[in-house]
């Protein structure tokens, strides 16, 4: 099953509270047993790795209860049932939402916190959370991951209408930056010199030393222009002619299923890089793309107010 929003979330949370102390810990377990999460979904965690998404929605869920004045955080780690809270559950209201608590001053304040029209040329205050699924962290990612793809997108572009040489090029750069190689300097000293020389379009030291070699392929192909498993067994050919043991074929469209088989079942390891992770890669190490704007992602510090 799908893991539920924090939203979801709220009604049962706040049923798991009382007027003792109830251990956030204790109740994101119960809420747990309640949703009949498998053990892949209660231990599901977020990019950051450090908190499960389960227990962030649920975190989530707390805060904006808290916000209501429905739930308190007496200490850390724990919560309680507010007068307010136990008022509204009398009612067996059957779902706790965002239009639910905006009946409450406290959370319609928050809402439209550091939104005055007075100070914003007039202007409505948008809504903390335009997507009613998604807590804001979520939603940072999603447009976050929004901008990636759209980058990779243009990344793909500009390889395509470039010149083979400018794309063999920008493989051994992206090594480089990955940390293959060398310094940039040895860029030119990588390629081999005539685009397709071979079969085979750089050749790059895996480590400082050069005790080892990476032979590269390129192919700037369209998007609807695979490469097939003919072109990965002439790449195999040529690496045999040099007694190389390991080869990357990059593309900037994709592998056809026969040839990921093919590069498979080779004596030889070979590794397919297809136009779309050829630009994460890219994004990842900053090879044709730079830092824009930096945005980061804070919370309170519980030690600090202890």
């Not at 083979?164 to 750069?173: D, N, T, Y």
């Not at 750089?202 to 030393?209: A, F, R, S, T």
């Not at 690496?239 to 093919?262: E, I, M, Y």
């Amino acid at each position: 099953m799908a893991l539920p929003t924090y939203q979801d979330v709220m009604l049962p949370l706040l049923q798991a509270a009382s007027d003792q102390e109830t251990k956030i810990s204790d109740a994101i377990e119960r809420l747990a047993q309640t949703y009949q999460l498998s053990e892949a979904e209660r231990t599901q965690l977020l990019p950051s790795g450090r908190q499960t998404i389960f227990a962030n929605r649920v975190s989530w869920a707390r805060t904006y209860l808290s916000k209501a004045g429905l739930l308190a955080t007496p200490r850390r780690g724990f919560i309680r049932l507010t007068d307010e809270g136990r008022q509204l559950l009398t009612t067996h209201p059957p779902r706790i939402d965002n239009d639910t608590l905006m009946q409450f001053a406290s959370f319609r304040a928050f809402r439209t916190r550091d939104h005055d029209p007075v100070d914003n040329g007039g202007l409505q205050p948008p809504p903390i959370l335009a997507h009613a699924t998604l807590t804001p962290d979520e939603i940072l990612r999603a447009t976050h991951d929004e901008l990636e793809a759209a980058l990779a997108a243009e990344l793909l572009q500009r390889i395509r209408t470039g010149t083979p040489a400018f794309f063999e090029k920008l493989i051994i750069s992206l090594l480089i930056a990955m940390g293959y190689g060398g310094s940039v300097t040895d860029v030119d000293k990588a390629l081999v010199g005539k685009s397709g020389d071979n079969g085979i379009d750089g050749v790059i030291d895996q480590d400082p030393l050069g005790l080892d070699r990476i032979y590269v392929q390129a192919k700037r192909y369209g998007e609807d222009n695979p490469v097939g498993s003919g072109a990965i067994r002439d790449f195999f050919g040529s690496l045999d002619r040099v007694k190389a043991s390991k080869g990357l074929f990059v593309t900037t469209s994709r592998f056809s299923p026969s040839a990921r088989d093919t590069a498979e079942h080779l004596s030889k390891r070979l590794v397919l890089i297809d136009g779309d992770k050829l630009t994460r890669l890219m994004i990842q190490h900053n090879v044709g793309c730079r830092i824009q704007e930096t945005f980061y992602s804070k919370a309170a510090d519980e030690e600090f107010f202890e």
